[in-house]
């Protein structure tokens, strides 16, 4: 889904590297060891193209030959993973940037309400860092990522952008809503939630394949919802379409 028109801040990714792998991530018969190498591989693809307009600043370098003005980063940036699923991001955003600060925030999101429960913040008084990039594969209501976007902006970060695999257009819209100012960058909009918040197609969830941590039927993404559950995802859906 191209949203791209309606939320100037969102960047879906194009390429083909990354269709392909999403594809491969999306499969239910990935196993977590591969599903790990893929979203490693799919954060960096989608890392540095949402680094692409960070700024720098010039740099004095002795070639071989002669010397030139080469550039470095300006900005001094943070890493924010969101706990667990975030934690699978890390590895490949720190090749790209070894000298980035990470601060994790630990939000697992309520099952009934979907509404994020902050459980881990370590973050010092006042800001470190000027450029923020949330880690989390899955958007999916939007609440965690508003919610981390809320903790960064009180700790005083200049620029957040939030780096995740795929979006619902529901938490697009969301964290839209809520911090026009954030940049979005995804592989994929897909088509919806279902009436559990879980993203469809989507992969599932993200977290557990990952980890391996399957806990049987009762916690599948296809399990029957709660009434209070469909209500939340209900109104988001209205909120979407302006009814
Ligand atoms: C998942 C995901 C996001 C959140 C997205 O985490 O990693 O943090 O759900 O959902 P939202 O947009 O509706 O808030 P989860 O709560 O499953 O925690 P986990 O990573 O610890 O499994
Ligand atoms: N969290 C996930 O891991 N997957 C979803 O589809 C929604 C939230």
Redesign the pocket.
Known sequence: MDLSARYPRLHVSSHPLVAHKLSLLRDRATEPKKFRELVRELSWLIGYEAMADLATQPMAVETPLEPMTGAELGPRIGLIPVLR?GLGMVDAMLELMPTAQVWHIGLY?DERSLQPVEYYNKLPDAATVQVCLILD??L??GGSSAATVDILKHWGAARIKQVSL?A?PEGVATLSAAHPDVDIHVAAVDRA?NER????P????????QFGTFAGPSSE?SRGPADETIEVVRRLQRNLTGE
Not at 202 to 209: F, K, T, V, Y
């Open positions: 699923a999101r594969p899955m999916a209501t795929i619902a939630l918040g879980y993203i469809v989507g992969l599932g969830d993200a977290g557990d394949r993404p």
